[in-house]
């Protein structure tokens, strides 16, 4: 049973992760356009009108303005709530699973992060060097304040997790982005040993839809199907994040 602390902090972190969820919209659709985050205010792609802030709220503004523009009735698409539900869910999910102590604050980070790299990864197919630059920093600030003897642990994993990516991306340079080494590189900075119970995951979800793909597709022409990376690492890294410890436990007790 959840603890009334644990419950606590789960609904303040779901709380928070709608209101950053918000922002990463903003970021999810101006980092990659070179736009400034803070100026101008969030306005309608459409008509271009300036978005009110009681419409504005996450989630509630979208359903009760029915997903269109109060101004020009113009659709706004569902990710945004989904982005904002999705943010506010997973930052809940990681305080119930890691509980309220210092390690918390690592994973909550980690989570800001893997948002906004899976929604510009799939529409841009690229994973900012910025995004990556304020991942490294935020995890070592943290891990300095927190568990500085974990440093090196995590530093380690890092260049492990990265150092195989840039191996295949080497040998399969169509396959494989520097932006995906970067970003392995950057898990195992908030992961530790737990890396690679993700990579594992996400190169194993990889591979089930790139299956699929050729299964619909066949063959020839599901290999020439381009596919992000990204999203499939990011799914690893929660998968990592919220069940890699008991997994490398069991791996080293039953195999060690």
């Known amino acids: 049973m959840i603890g009334v602390s644990t419950a606590m902090g789960a609904s303040v972190a779901g709380f928070l992760g709608l209101m950053f969820g918000s922002f990463l919209n903003v970021l999810a ?3 990659p356009r070179g736009e400034s985050l803070a100026t101008p205010a969030s306005r309608c792609p459409g008509c271009d009108t300036p978005i009110k802030p009681y419409d504005n709220v996450p ?21 945004y709530p989904l982005v904002e539900l999705s943010t506010a869910l997973l930052m809940a999910l990681t ?13 909550l980070a980690f989570v800001l992060l893997l948002v906004p790299v899976t929604v510009i990864d799939l529409d841009f197919r690229i994973i900012p060097n910025k995004l990556m630059i304020a991942g490294t920093v935020a995890a070592l600030v943290i891990l300095a304040i927190t568990e500085p003897g974990d440093i090196p642990e995590h530093l380690i994993a890092a260049t492990a997790a990265g150092g195989f990516l840039l191996v295949a991306a080497i040998a399969y340079p169509a396959g494989m982005g520097m932006g995906d080494v970067k970003l392995a590189f950057v898990m195992g900075l908030f992961l530790g040993r737990d890396v690679g119970v993700a990579m594992f995951a996400g190169l194993v979800a990889g591979s089930i839809v790139g299956i699929a793909i050729m299964a619909r597709k066949g063959a020839a022409e599901g290999r020439k199907t ?31």
């Open 226 to 256: 381009a596919i992000p990376f990204g999203p499939f690492l990011a799914f690893g890294g929660m998968v990592g994040l919220l069940a890699g410890d008991p997994a490398v436990d069991w791996y080293l007790r039953t195999f060690a």
């Open 59 to 79: 989630v509630l503004s979208w359903v009760l303005l029915r997903g269109r523009c109060r101004s020009c009735g113009e659709s706004i698409a569902w990710r």
């Open 29 to 31: 659709y101006r980092l």
């Open 95 to 107: 305080v119930v699973v890691l509980g309220t102590g210092e390690e918390v604050w690592l994973g």
